[in-house]
């Protein structure tokens, strides 16, 4: 299951300079977007030393995701990829800077985060199905896509190890408000990134098309192929039990731990390194066949992360299971992504990472509301344990579909080319998914 990592195989992508512009840009720019989500936590639970409003928050900002990333995914399919994100790249930094003006003048109050985190949100909602489905329009070589995939799994723990560490000495030293600051200013890196990219435009679907058709077309192409609709129930379950982990840190940060927000800062820090090795040791993959499993084995070691983290009242031995279960999560999220964009058709990937947007986005704010709500009942720490339980209970009945999973993707990936197969030649055409009814 586990493969020696070739360093010379987890960069290919960024041969390509589309790519490596993109790299990066938002490698900055997701700098600033970690502190800003660090930040954010600590000033709510600071303003409310309340759990169930960091659920609340949690709640708001991702919530647009579930009602808005449909319909992102069918205009990422009709319109311009680039244009769309640089729109949506300038009105968060507008944001960003909303809320560090609030905050460095003593005015903010919790409505103006709740307000503004909800605007982070919906603007999230266009942006992810849309910079997901741009991915391949970067890369020259289809081949480097699973690649490609992986090393944006690295840009953002990468990002995810860094962010929450430099906002810990920030908040510490300086307050919250200089995070938001460094957010608005990261933003323009990406904007400048995104402006200079060549690439050569693609054909859209006619855009005279009612949105419901198209939006209807893609529900039926995703959920009527097994291995995507495994995925994406796997992923949403994972999302709403066991990502809400999150939220709950400045909890463990402040009363389990006895810590203030460095000890915040290094549990997002150590969760983000863990992380960073899971995105790593998935661009080191020669091909994507195998992901299937690997999204079974990286859902346990995400669960048991969970499990082993709620009853740990030790720093030390907590920032170790902060390792290992940002390594199990973002290792399973990955794969989901990879899989889902190796199995697409390129007409319909908007509309695909759309519903990876749902499943992960979009059951999150869910998982966020029940977090704080459970947690404001019976504690953080069983909250957590009972959120790990339902990822193992997950990944178990996942792997029980497995044998059916790789029976149905083998003559998808022939065809693309990901895999040689004797009874069907890698240059026949591929063959979708599900049929689409005009």
Not at 166 to 187: D, H, K, P, R
Not at 341 to 357: A, N, P
Request: with cysteine.
């Amino acid at each position: 299951m586990f493969h020696s990592i070739d360093l010379n195989l987890i960069v290919r992508a960024l041969r390509h300079r589309n790519y490596r512009l993109y790299y990066y840009g938002q490698g900055i720019s997701l700098i600033g977007v970690w502190a800003q989500r660090v930040a954010v936590g600590w000033l709510v639970y600071r303003l409310t030393d309340s759990a169930l409003m960091l659920g609340v928050v949690g709640f708001v900002g991702d919530i647009p995701a579930f009602l808005a990333a449909p319909i992102a995914g069918v205009l990422a399919d009709r319109w311009d990829r680039n244009r769309l994100i640089r729109l949506v790249q300038s009105l968060a930094m507008v944001q960003a800077t909303v809320l560090a003006v609030l905050v460095l003048t003593g005015a903010v109050e919790v409505w103006h985060i709740i307000a503004l985190t909800l605007f982070s949100g919906l603007l999230t909602a266009f942006e992810v199905p849309v910079r997901q489905s741009y991915i391949v329009e970067m890369i020259e070589r289809r081949e480097d896509l699973g690649n490609a995939v992986a090393l944006n799994s690295s840009l953002v723990n990468g990002a995810r190890l860094i962010g929450p560490s430099i906002a810990g000495i920030l908040i510490a030293t300086v307050g919250e408000g200089i995070c938001f600051v460094v957010n608005a200013v990261s933003y323009l890196a990406v904007i400048g990134c995104f402006a200079a990219m060549k690439i050569k435009p693609q054909q859209r679907t006619a855009s005279a098309e009612p949105v419901l058709r198209d939006l209807r077309q893609g529900i039926r192409y995703v959920f009527g192929f097994p291995p995507m609709r495994s995925i994406l129930l796997l992923l949403g379950l994972i999302s709403f039990m066991g990502v809400p982990f999150q939220i709950l840190m400045p909890v463990f940060a402040k009363d389990i731990l006895n810590g203030g927000p460095s000890v915040l800062g290094f549990l997002m820090g150590c969760s983000g390194a863990g992380a960073f090795l899971g995105a790593i040791y998935l661009a080191s993959r020669r091909t994507v066949w195998g992901l299937e499993t690997f999204i079974a084995v990286a859902t346990g070691i995400f669960g048991i992360g969970l499990v082993a983290f709620s009853l740990s009242s030790f720093l030390w031995l907590s920032m170790v299971l902060m390792v290992i279960t940002g390594f199990g999560m973002i290792s399973q999220m990955a794969s989901c992504n990879t899989m889902l964009q190796s199995l697409s058709e390129d007409d319909k990937r908007g509309r695909v990472m759309s519903f990876y947007t749902i499943a992960y986005r979009g059951m999150y704010p869910m998982g966020s509301l029940f977090a704080g709500f459970l947690a404001s009942g019976i504690g953080a720490p069983a909250t957590l344990f009972l959120g790990g339980v339902c990822v193992l209970v997950g990944g178990a009945w996942y792997a029980r579909a497995l044998p059916a999973i790789r029976e149905a993707i083998r003559p998808v990936f022939t065809g693309f080319g990901y895999l040689e197969d004797d009874a069907q030649p890698v240059s026949r055409a591929p063959e979708p998914p599900v049929a689409i009814e005009e």
